[in-house]
Every structure is written in structure tokens, then in C-alpha cells.
């Protein structure tokens, strides 16, 4: 499938195959991961494994998703992991307070939620308009709001998870489809009544609900880069910002509620957190979660430098990630040699891109 | 024949410095009018006057014989004045529809209720204007990374012209190409007039300006300091404008 | 209103404007002063000998990191992986020095040898990174993101899990030792603690790592100010075309900032191994933010091209008295992050004032 053009060989880059690794190459990489884990690892290739990444994975793609918007107009949000965990940490201390004044225990998951949800618009918005209005950096500012929200959190939290809140919040977060008893019965949503705890393992569990979630949560969101205007804005931003200005785009507007939408989804990732564990938790700075964000979009092909990148491309981004974490573990394979893959992967990333800039 | 556009004594300052005195230019439709002078000399600020990106300190701005109040790039885009800088400010990313819809996209309603990008259409009005302006671009579904030079400058021409510009100001256009695009922007230019658009030209190709320009308009240190009509002048007598060995006071 | 009057000499308000302009570029350093005086008052003893100089030992790994981040800030550029350098370095002495010890050698040579070698082997880092941002075109802050990573996983498994630990008794000696010591009555001695009787009083003055880092921070501000390769990276950062095409040997030059980097977190990691006597491979990962707040609060441009080592070192001050005045006052250190956070963000909004008004 070389192109042939007279007098002169083309080189495998510009090749037709060639083009599609450069595109695709993430999605193979992962593909290649899959099979080459599959034998190394027992129980890698199943159904309960995969569900398992996929789930604990749900606020990666938040947070990755939060990273893209920001990264395409070509800054950077250094404060999506803190944020998320002051969400976090913040929902927890309103459903305290909720309990102890009497509130029933659905009244207060939804209103805590709904608090949390609508002050998050807060951090992007300060965020937003340091960087618009007072012609910060977003590195910089996203950095000191980084330090804002992290004091915050342990503010709230003093430095201890929260507990306390109601049970049926893990429940919720970590419940699935369908559970299959093999040549018996199944059920909806909840594991059957009198099934005993310690029996979980011969139940087959089919689709966390956090994968119908998120992947609603990311359809809509690659359904407006792609095809809304405000997407395209984005875009338009990313790759030259007097283009935007000069067609009359609001640029400093949009790129506030770029921000807003960040931390917004930084928040949602707190929230779902609590669903996920059933307490509140401060991110630590061990985490480094905005780095893997940024890591997976990279991953995924965006370039830092904006006007580039897509929500499925930038999952795809976190799944090899996450699948090369679990991957070698599962193996067998030492801290070691997991961190140095995760480096490697990402020059690579950079590297493929500089050497197929038109891939979009 | 009333002017298309006038300016009557635009002064601008900037602190100290008087970058435009009270300048006045005429432009007729169907027109291209050369704007001259050396580094410093004040056409640029003028330019961004005309295209709203400065406000004027002194002096009015008429379109078509009525006083225009031009306060930012919106207004001026409101009333029919275009500007092509010289770095283009397209975006790369984007395809040759996109670009030329800039931040007036075409929406269509999906499934009757979601308002989308409708880029099918944008992409065919996109063609008819290139059509028009007889610019061959092959596949409109790229991105405009992969143009020219001069398909770039076509894709900024055809933006203004979609949006039924009546002055045209293009600053440097032919600065960073090739001679036989070059060659094709000013074809462009020629057909623009015949379509009755006004143009002002910042250049600095004497080639250029003895090709396509009708009338010129030398300016020095904020003034002006001559305006000649094409056919009547000669590159030497214009350089000596714009370096000052003749003797001028301020023309009005 | 008249600069000068008719007679030309500057008027009062002349005055005024000048001193203004004057304040104004300084500010960072009134910030400082303004917040150890605001220190002093909230909590005593804030402004004696002791305290002071236990604000410059704890702080002398925010000033290393912060001058390493200052060189490569300056070429515009950006390194994340100081902080796991800092670890690496912190683990890597440990482990020679405890070896060589263990091979019977004199603890003195083994901590000598053990530090060259920790100092040499955290060049490697810098290289890398330097390879990947000057010749393979990588973003600084991917390519050292991806560098932490590394000296993570490397660390992780050089120390299987444990602590490093077990150095001789001299190196906590050097660690928490100081230059000079008054016994009233006594006599001073140096380096080393003099024998006293119980319950007398010494005088403790400048502590060793304090001595050591002040001749480090002092060398590197001269290379940058005063040297044709300081001038080099101030230029390329300012403009890399420009530099490209004055002949100035771009690539060489960003590998040399990335190596002097990881060299000073080395340096880090050995002041870190010597003053707690251990070393974990994540010792700086929250320095990392420090030094970088420090370097912008000291007014450099993340775009590259400016910044200066002494006000970096005042930026390094004020987070440094923050710390200490904090603790001091009893307030938790979460509040910590917010002011680092907050000062850091008007920092960036002063330092466009100051220059717009000039």
C-alpha cells in the first residue's frame, strides 16, 4: 500500500499504513498490551478484570476529559486532582451535616451532590479569570489554585478521611447491571437478597453502571467538541487565538467556561468518588492525578501546544495507561519497571506526533 | 462619484507620539488604493483605526457619505470592512469551511432538536466563493495546514468576500510567496475590483503597486505626505515621497 | 504635572514618583520584610538566633531545588522530575556510603567517595531530560514528568520497600552539625560540638548544610550573571531563534541547564540524606511546587528569559518564613498551601503591574 509517485520512493512514514499507526497508533498499542498481557498474566484476559479497570478508572476519564478541553485551547489545569478531592471532601461534610440535622438519607445525597456540583463552578471560574483578565499563565494559575484547593481540602477534612456517611453510597457507586449466578437465577442492579456475602465470587457481575455513566458523560462531551459550536470555538482558540478573536469569537468568555467546564468535571470525579469508596477523601500529592490526566491526553494525541485532540482518543489514552499499570502488575513485573514503562510511553506519545503533525 | 470610504483628519496618540495627524483618504468602489510609507511612518495604526482595533483621538469615518461609528473590530466587520493581516489568522486546525465561517457558523438541527455545525453546507458555500473568485483549492475537507502560501491568502480573500466585504484591507499580502502565487493574488485582487470592492493596500512591492493599485497615498511620520494617482507617478518619485527629499507640507 | 521645575530641579513629586518606581520593583523584598515583622509579633521568639537559623536549615532544600528550577525556567522551559532526583540522590548515597562502610572503609572517605558518586550518577537524569527537550524536540514538561516517573520506579526498587537508612555517625553529624561553636566561658570551636557540662549553655552558629548551600547558591548565581554560559541561557530563553542564529550552541546549552539541574537536586538528596539520615524516593515530591512558586514569586517570566538567582532566593525566603511563621503561630499547615497558592497568583499579577509601569 506505498504510494508510488515517479523517480521517488516514499518512505514508510507517508505510506498509507504507515499514516494509520501514526493515527491510531494508541489504540494499537492497546490492542498489542491486551494480548501480549494475556499470556503473561493469569487472569488478566477476563471479564472480571477488565470490568474492574474500566470501573476504578471512571475518574481518570474524568479528569482526562477535563485536561482535553483545556489543553486543545492550549493551557493546562494543574488543579483538576485537588479540586476533585475538595469536591470530595466537601460532599462528605455536607452529608455530615445533613445526617446530624435530621435529613433523611436520600434527601442528602442529592442535595450534598447538588451543592458540591454547583460551587464547583468556583475554582474554574477564579481559575478562568486569573488567567483571562490578569493575564496569568495557566500553568501558574492553575498551579496556585492547585495550592488553594489542597489547603481547602485538608482544611475540611483535617487531614483524615471522612467517614460516617450513609452505607448505601458504595452500594450505589459499585453496583452492576446483572449478577449471574451460573445455572441458577440473576438479578438487576443489587445482588440478590439472601445471597451470602461470602459467596460473591461465583457470582458473575456484567457491566458496572459506571460504564453506561461514563460513557454518557463522554458521548456528550465529544458530541459538542465535534459537532457544536462551542467545540468548535475550542479548536479555534487552540490554534491561533487572533484567528478567534478576529472573527469576533468571545475568546476571553469561552475560554473562562473552559475552565469552569474543567473544574466542573473535577468535581463530578470527587462525587463519583464518594460513590465509588463511601468516604470522602483529600487527593494526596502522591496521586499526581492532573499529571496522569495530562499524561492520557497526550497519550490520546493531543499536543500541549492546542488545536488537537478527541474525547474517545484521550480514553483511549487512560485505558493504556491503566491497562499497562494493571497489565504488569498482574505479570508480576516490579514498581519499577511500571513507572519507567509509563515515561517511555509517553515520549513515545510526543515523539509520534511531532513526526505525523497532521494527524488530527 | 461619492467615496466607498473616507477618513478626515484621524489623528491618533499614543503618550507622547503622534503616530497618525490628521489624515484624510478617500477610496472609490472598485477601487485599490496604495498605502505607502517607511517603518514607523503610521500606516499600520491607521489600518487598525479603519478595522476598529483603535479608537481615533480626532476625525471621522465615512462609509458611503454617512459618518460610521467604528469602536471595535465588530463594528468595523458590521460595516463591510474586512482586514487580512499579514499573518493570516486562520486557524491551522480547521478545515477551509470552518475558517471562512469563523464565529458565524452555520448550525442545522439534528434529530429536530439539537442545534449542529451543518459543515456539508459551509463546505459548499465555501466552494462557491472560491468558485467566484476563480481559486482552485482540491479537497476542502483537509485542513488548512496543508495549503500554500497563496491558497492561505485565497481562504482569507474568500472569508472577507463571503461576508459581502465592501472595503478590503490587505496588509503585505504578496510578502511571503512565491512569484507565480504572487502573481495569482494580485489576478485576485483585479477581479475583486471589477466586483466593485474597495481596497486598501499596504505594500511594500513597488511591483505590486504599479500592477494593481489606481492611486497611492504616501505617508511619513503620520502625515501625509503626497497622494499621486498610479498612472501619473513613477517608483522613484514615490520613494523620494516616502524618504522626504522633496519639500512637502501636510496635502490635505 | 512638571517632573522638573523651570529651574531644573526635580520637584517634590519627582521625588515621590521615584521612590514609588523604586518601591515597586522591589517589592518582593518589602513583601518579605512586611511578613517576618508580621511574624514576629504573632509569635515570640520568632526573631531570635536560634529561630532564624533553623528557618535557613530547614530551608535549604527549597533554596537548592529552587535554583536548579531557576536555570531551567529561564530557558523557558520546565522540570518536574527534581523532586524524585531529590529521593534517588537521597537513596543512592545511603546505600554507598553504607556499603563502602560496610567493606571496612574509614567513615569519613565513604561519605567523600559516597557523595562523588551520588553527585555523578544525578547527572544521568538531567542528560536525559536534556537529550529529550533539546534534541528529540519533547515538551520540558513531559519529558521530565516522564523522568520522574523513572527515578520513581529506580528509587522504588534500589530500596525494595524499606528505608534507607544506617549511615555512620558522622554523617548525622554533618548533617546537624555547624560551623561554629561559642561556649561562654568555654571557647569556640569549629565543626565540631565542644564537650561541656550538663545543662551549660552552647551557642550554636550557621549550620553546616546552611554554610554548604550558600557556597553552592553563590557559585551558580555568579555562573548565571557573570559567565558566557549564564548569558547563553538567559538568551536562548529570551529568544531561541535570535540565539540559534548568533551561533550560540542551543542544544548543548539546554543540556547543560537540565544537567545542572538534576545535579542540584542531587545535591539536594545528599543534604537531605545527611540532615534525617534516611533517604525515601519521594522526599521532594512536594518541594517540586515550592521551588517552582519560589522561582515565579521572585518574579521570573514562565516564558523564559528572565529571572534573577537573588530574588529567586528572596521567593525561597518567603515561603521558607511562611512555613516556620506558621508552625509557629499554631496555625496547621494546610493553611500553608492556600497562602502559597494565593501569593503565588498575585505574584504573577505584580510582576505585569510593575512592568507595564515602567
Not at chain 1, 7 to 33: H, P, T, Y
Not at chain 3, 21 to 47: K, N
Request: glycine share 10%; with cysteine.
Amino acid at each position: 500500500m506505498v504510494s508510488e509517485r515517479a523517480g521517488e520512493g516514499k518512505n514508510f512514514i507517508d505510506s498509507r499504513a504507515g499514516r494509520f499507526l501514526a493515527a491510531n497508533w494508541a489504540a494499537c498499542f492497546l490492542v498489542l498490551m491486551l494480548i501480549v498481557f494475556s499470556f503473561t498474566g493469569k487472569n488478566f484476559l477476563s471479564i472480571a478484570n477488565f470490568q474492574n479497570v474500566v470501573h476504578l478508572q471512571t475518574v481518570a476519564f474524568l479528569l482526562a476529559a477535563a485536561e482535553l478541553f483545556v489543553i486543545i485551547t492550549g493551557g493546562i489545569d494543574l488543579s483538576v486532582g485537588f479540586v476533585m478531592g475538595l469536591a470530595s471532601v466537601g460532599a462528605a461534610k455536607l452529608m455530615q451535616l445533613f445526617l446530624a440535622a435530621g435529613l433523611g438519607v436520600g434527601w442528602t445525597i442529592v442535595a450534598s451532590v447538588m451543592i458540591v456540583l454547583v460551587a464547583s463552578l468556583l475554582p474554574g471560574l477564579i481559575n478562568g479569570i486569573v488567567i483571562t483578565k490578569f493575564k496569568v499563565p495557566p500553568f501558574i494559575a492553575t498551579l496556585g489554585m492547585y495550592g488553594i484547593a489542597n489547603g481547602l481540602a485538608l482544611k475540611i477534612s483535617q487531614g483524615y478521611p471522612m467517614a460516617g456517611l450513609p452505607d448505601v453510597l458504595p452500594s450505589i457507586g459499585n453496583s452492576y447491571f446483572l449478577y449471574v449466578h451460573p445455572g441458577d437465577f440473576f438479578s438487576f442492579f443489587a445482588k440478590p437478597a439472601n445471597f451470602a456475602d461470602h459467596r460473591i465470587r461465583e457470582l458473575l457481575r456484567i457491566v458496572p453502571l459506571s460504564l453506561p455513566f461514563i460513557l454518557i458523560v463522554l458521548a456528550i462531551l465529544s458530541f459538542t467538541l465535534r459537532r457544536r459550536r462551542f467545540g468548535r470555538h475550542t479548536y479555534a482558540i487552540g490554534s491561533s487565538m487572533d484567528a478567534a478573536l478576529r472573527s469576533g469569537i468571545h475568546v476571553d468568555a469561552h475560554l473562562i467556561r473552559i475552565y469552569v467546564l474543567s473544574s466542573f468535571l473535577a468535581a463530578l470525579a470527587g462525587v463519583f468518588n464518594i460513590f465509588q469508596t463511601g468516604i470522602g477523601n483529600y487527593t494526596t500529592f502522591n496521586a499526581q492525578y492532573e499529571f496522569f490526566a495530562v499524561a492520557a491526553v497526550v497519550v490520546g494525541g493531543a499536543s500541549l501546544a492546542g488545536g488537537k485532540g478527541r474525547i474517545w482518543n484521550s480514553a483511549v489514552g487512560v485505558l493504556v495507561l491503566a491497562f499497562l499499570e494493571n497489565g504488569l502488575a498482574i505479570s508480576g513485573v516490579q514498581p519499577f519497571y511500571r513507572y519507567i514503562a509509563v515515561g517511555v510511553l509517553l515520549v513515545v506519545a510526543v515523539v509520534i506526533d511531532k513526526l505525523f503533525p497532521d494527524m488530527r | 462619484m461619492s467615496y466607498l470610504l473616507e477618513t478626515k483628519d484621524i489623528t491618533k496618540r499614543f503618550g507622547g507620539l503622534t503616530a497618525v495627524d490628521h489624515v484624510s483618504l478617500g477610496l472609490k468602489r472598485g477601487e485599490a488604493l496604495a498605502l505607502l510609507g517607511d517603518n514607523g511612518a503610521g500606516k499600520s495604526t491607521l489600518i487598525k483605526i479603519i478595522s476598529g482595533v483603535h479608537k481615533p483621538d480626532e476625525g471621522e469615518i465615512f462609509i458611503d457619505g454617512k459618518k460610521a461609528r467604528i469602536e471595535s473590530p465588530i463594528d468595523a466587520l458590521a460595516a463591510g470592512i474586512e482586514t487580512i493581516y499579514q499573518d493570516l489568522a486562520l486557524a491551522e486546525n480547521l478545515d477551509v469551511g470552518a475558517n471562512i465561517f469563523l464565529g458565524r457558523e452555520r448550525m442545522k438541527r439534528s434529530l429536530g432538536v439539537l442545534k449542529v455545525l451543518d459543515d456539508k453546507s459551509m463546505r459548499e458555500e465555501a466552494q462557491k466563493v472560491l468558485d467566484r473568485l476563480d481559486i482552485e483549492i482540491p479537497s476542502l475537507k483537509k485542513t488548512i495546514r496543508t495549503l500554500s502560501g497563496g491558497q492561505r491568502q485565497s481562504v482569507a480573500i474568500s472569508r472577507s468576500i463571503y461576508w459581502d466585504a465592501k472595503v478590503l484591507i490587505m496588509d503585505e499580502p504578496t510578502a511571503a510567496l512565491g512569484v507565480s502565487e504572487q502573481k495569482k493574488v494580485l489576478d485576485l485582487v483585479r477581479t475583486l475590483k471589477d466586483q466593485g470592492i474597495g481596497i486598501i493596500l499596504i505594500s511594500h512591492q513597488m511591483y505590486d503597486i504599479f500592477e494593481v493599485a489606481d492611486r497611492l497615498a504616501v505617508m511619513r511620520r503620520g502625515v501625509k505626505v503626497g497622494e499621486r494617482i498610479v498612472k501619473d507617478t513613477t517608483p522613484d518619485e514615490v520613494v523620494s515621497l516616502m524618504v522626504g527629499s522633496e519639500t512637502v507640507g501636510k496635502e490635505r | 504635572m512638571l517632573e522638573k521645575n523651570a529651574s531644573g530641579r526635580a520637584t517634590s513629586v519627582g521625588a515621590v514618583k521615584a521612590a514609588a518606581s523604586f518601591f515597586r520593583s522591589r517589592w518582593v523584598l518589602i513583601f518579605l520584610v512586611l511578613e517576618i515583622v508580621f511574624f514576629c509579633f504573632r509569635s515570640e521568639g520568632f526573631a531570635n538566633l536560634s529561630s532564624m537559623q533553623m528557618l535557613l536549615y530547614y530551608g535549604v532544600l527549597v533554596f537548592l531545588l529552587a535554583t536548579a528550577e531557576l536555570f531551567v525556567i529561564i530557558t523557558g522551559g520546565i522540570d518536574l522530575s527534581l523532586g524524585y532526583i531529590l529521593g534517588f540522590a537521597s537513596i543512592i548515597s545511603i546505600k554507598v556510603i553504607t556499603r563502602l562502610g560496610a567493606m571496612g572503609l574509614d567513615p569519613g572517605l565513604s561519605i567523600l567517595i559516597g557523595v562523588a558518586v551520588t553527585l555523578v550518577l544525578g547527572l544521568i537524569p538531567g542528560l536525559v531530560n536534556g537529550a529529550l527537550v533539546a534534541y528529540l524536540k519533547v515538551p520540558s514538561f513531559i519529558a521530565t514528568f516522564a523522568m520522574l516517573g523513572v527515578c520513581h520506579g529506580v528509587s522504588e526498587l534500589i530500596i525494595n520497600g524499606v528505608y534507607a537508612m544506617g549511615l555512620p555517625k558522622l554523617a548525622a553529624d554533618i548533617g546537624s552539625g555547624h560551623l561554629l561553636y561559642i561556649a561562654p566561658g568555654g571557647g569556640t570551636t569549629f565543626f565540631q560540638r565542644p564537650v561541656v557540662n550538663r545543662g551549660a549553655v552552647v551557642i550554636e552558629i550557621i549550620p553546616n548544610i546552611v554554610v554548604v548551600t550558600a557556597v553552592i547558591v553563590i557559585i551558580f548565581a555568579f555562573v548565571l550573571a557573570r559567565t558566557k554560559f549564564g548569558r547563553h541561557v538567559y538568551a536562548l530563553g529570551g529568544n531561541m531563534d535570535a540565539a540559534i542564529r548568533a551561533g550560540i550552541p542551543v542544544k548543548r546549552r539546554l543540556l547543560g541547564v537540565y544537567a545542572i539541574a538534576s545535579l542540584l537536586a542531587s545535591v539536594a538528596g545528599v543534604v537531605y540524606a545527611l540532615m534525617y539520615v534516611s533517604g525515601k524516593a519521594d522526599a521532594g515530591a512536594s518541594l517540586v511546587m515550592d521551588s517552582i512558586a519560589a522561582v515565579v514569586i521572585g518574579g521570573a517570566s514562565m516564558f523564559g528569559g528572565s529571572g534573577t538567582m537573588g530574588r529567586t532566593m528572596v521567593g525561597a525566603l518567603i515561603i521558607a518564613v511562611l512555613d516556620m511563621g506558621l508552625r509557629m503561630a499554631g496555625i496547621p499547615t494546610f493553611d500553608k498551601y492556600i497562602l502559597v497558592g494565593v501569593i503565588l497568583i498575585l505574584a504573577v499579577i505584580m510582576e505585569r503591574y510593575v512592568k507595564e509601569r515602567e
